[in-house]
């Protein structure tokens, strides 16, 4: 009898979900509880079997590669349905005070560094992330981070910061390709993000914005930004800011605006405070605010 799912192996594919999300198959093998040599297995197995490379071994973790990128988005979609449909069953009160949905690159970037200063005030009060790349609407939480136009919104929202859009790549990047206007960008090698949970802007909405053709250089495309961001620190080509958000990557001098060039974004980053959020979160919420 022929079976129903066209699946690799179901452990290899939870291995490679943490990998992935880890960046490191250490972290992943401390969080299943496993050896990271049992990671590697699956992972090589996992490999073989779809006959791609997944990952990028570097000597400080690893990193997803493209055809990666799009399994990590696909396999996350799925066990997140699976794990919001066991929540609901179990029909349990959840052991965080507060539930935030966020985007991997806004946790990174800017959530994940301000909720250790939260503690310092409000040390009782337990936050958990429901961290993702994809479309969830049915997962349940209290808040969420969004990137759109909060008037679209019907629940309360506030906006936390309104970005410019900058041209980012590395020092060395800019020397080798001669970057110093717009218009050497539109020869240079560009890295492209699309992603359907985000709906970000994109190199051709940034030209056509400053008055210029779509670009003609050499294109890499990923689906994750983080994946992006690392991409431009590893030369491989420019990337679109936003200022605010990649704020610590600048300061660093791990990434630089290569042209002085900018534009508004059209969108802001804005927190939602869904229906069943409780006083903490609104506390939680009040705080972020405020201290954005």
């Known amino acids: 009898m022929p079976r129903p799912y066209d699946l690799s ?5 939870i291995c490679f979900e943490a990998a992935a999300r880890n960046a490191s198959f250490k972290n992943a093998a401390r969080e299943l509880n496993v050896t990271p040599a049992a990671i590697s297995h699956q992972i090589k197995a996992l490999e073989g079997d779809l006959g791609c490379s997944l990952f990028l071994r570097r ?8 055809k990666g990128a799009f399994l990590f988005v696909a396999v996350q979609r799925g066990l997140e349905t699976i794990s919001d449909a066991v929540s609901h069953m179990r029909d349990r009160p959840e052991a965080a005070d507060v539930t935030i949905r966020i985007t991997t690159a806004v946790s990174s970037l800017w959530l994940t560094p301000k909720i250790s200063t939260f503690w310092k005030s409000h040390p009782t ?12 609407a049915a997962i349940r939480c209290d808040l ?34 001669g970057i110093g206007r717009v218009e050497d960008l539109l020869k240079a090698p ?8 985000t709906d970000w802007e994109n190199w051709s909405d940034w030209f056509q914005a400053l008055g210029h053709t779509i670009p003609k250089g050499r294109r890499f495309s990923v689906n994750n930004y983080m994946i992006a961001l690392q991409a ?44 069943r959020a409780g006083p903490k979160a609104r506390l939680f919420a009040d705080w972020l605010v405020k201290s954005t």
């Open 144 to 177: 969420s981070v969004q990137y759109g136009d909060a008037q679209e919104n019907l629940e309360e929202c506030h906006k936390l910061f309104h970005d410019r859009i900058v041209a980012l790549g590395t020092p060395k990047f800019a020397a080798e390709h």
């Open 9 to 13: 192996s179901v452990t290899a594919l």
């Open 190 to 197: 560009l890295i492209h993000t699309s992603n359907e949970e």
């Open 59 to 66: 000597s400080r973790g690893v990193q997803l590669t493209e």
């Open 232 to 275: 431009a620190q590893d030369d491989i080509g420019a990337v679109l800011g936003w200022d605010g958000l990649v704020k610590s990557l600048m300061d660093q001098g791990r990434l630089v605006a290569l042209v002085p060039d900018n534009i508004p974004s059209p969108r802001a980053f804005y927190l939602k405070i869904h229906p």
């Open 125 to 136: 009060i337990t936050v958990s992330q429901i961290v993702s790349d994809v479309p969830g």
